[in-house]
């Protein structure tokens, strides 16, 4: 479980264009549930992934994972067990290493551990190339190709794979479904939701894809001038867009 209790988070703290990107916010997020947190810019949306993953400190309030605090550990630190998807998909792959590297970089394994016990290493090549030959593109037989060569769909799918072979205890996404190949995105999505099932995982997601919101997750909740105004999770299956424009647009016009 992690809890968030009376967090606030001020920018320009010094400056007389402070602003308070998150005010008081008490939360909790429970094991195998899906949530997407909305707002419009400047809401807090972002602000709040990164306090959860560390890149941001905050001003006030306590942290706590699994009854921990860990307000003072730092980003890297808490890179295993809470993993940070970006936008950008560029930015949570190393593009100049191979498919290989980075699926085991973003694992329990090092790889360069794996050069020192060649067994461990063709174990995992052969559980990588079976993860990989799950989303039919042919990924596995180019183990070997740097990052960088793949089309954004591949990366995707590389993304996606790590995420599966690192088994955090809690994956945030940053408008990561908003760079989904079309193509691709059901089946990544669908992937995706099922090791969260089956891991009992923490989905903590930023969106504006109604769509996506509705199939896959368990509750919504909507910021505002840093504040939570709605925390929905009862009737998930009943709600419609235009319930969650209203209750947005109500708070923000």
């Given at each position: 479980?992690?809890?968030?209790?009376?967090?606030?988070?001020?920018?320009?703290?010094?400056?007389?264009?402070?602003?308070?990107?998150?005010?008081?916010?008490?939360?909790?997020?429970?094991?195998?549930?899906?949530?997407?947190?909305?707002?419009?810019?400047?809401?807090?949306?972002?602000?709040?992934?990164?306090?959860?993953?560390?890149?941001?400190?905050?001003?006030?309030?306590?942290?706590?994972?699994?009854?921990?605090?860990?307000?003072?550990?730092?980003?890297?630190?808490?890179?295993?067990k809470i993993l940070f998807i970006e936008q950008d998909i560029t930015?949570?792959?190393?593009?100049?290493?191979?498919?290989?590297?980075?699926?085991?970089?973003?694992?329990?394994?090092?790889?360069?551990?794996?050069?020192?016990?060649?067994?461990?290493?063709?174990?995992?090549?052969?559980?990588?190339?079976?993860?990989?030959?799950?989303?039919?593109?042919?990924?596995?037989?180019?183990?070997?190709?740097?990052?960088?060569?793949?089309?954004?769909?591949?990366?995707?799918?590389?993304?996606?794979a790590r995420i599966m072979l690192r088994k955090p205890q809690i994956i945030l996404m940053d408008e990561f479904t908003s760079a989904l190949d079309q193509k691709i995105a059901p089946l990544i999505i669908k992937k995706i939701k099922d090791f969260v099932t089956a891991s009992q995982i923490s989905v903590i997601a930023v969106s504006h894809d109604y769509s996506i919101i509705k199939d896959t997750g368990d509750r919504v909740i909507i910021l505002a001038n840093g504040k939570i105004t709605h925390d929905i999770s009862k009737g998930m299956h009943e709600l419609t867009e235009k319930f969650i424009l209203d209750k947005f647009y109500e708070r923000t016009k």
């Open positions: 479980m992690l809890l968030l209790k009376n967090i606030s988070v001020t920018f320009n703290k010094e400056s007389q264009f402070q602003l308070k990107a998150l005010s008081d916010i008490d939360i909790e997020f429970h094991s195998n549930d899906w949530t997407y947190i909305i707002g419009g810019n400047g809401s807090g949306k972002s602000t709040l992934l990164k306090i959860i993953s560390g890149e941001l400190k905050t001003d006030t309030g306590e942290i706590r994972l699994n009854n921990k605090t860990i307000n003072n550990i730092p980003f890297h630190k808490r890179a295993d930015k949570n792959l190393v593009g100049s290493m191979t498919v290989y590297e980075n699926l085991v970089l973003g694992s329990e394994q090092n790889v360069f551990v794996s050069e020192f016990f060649p067994y461990k290493q063709k174990k995992q090549l052969n559980k990588i190339k079976e993860l990989l030959s799950e989303f039919g593109l042919g990924l596995e037989n180019r183990v070997n190709q740097q990052v960088r060569f793949l089309s954004g769909g591949e990366q995707q799918v590389v993304v996606t």
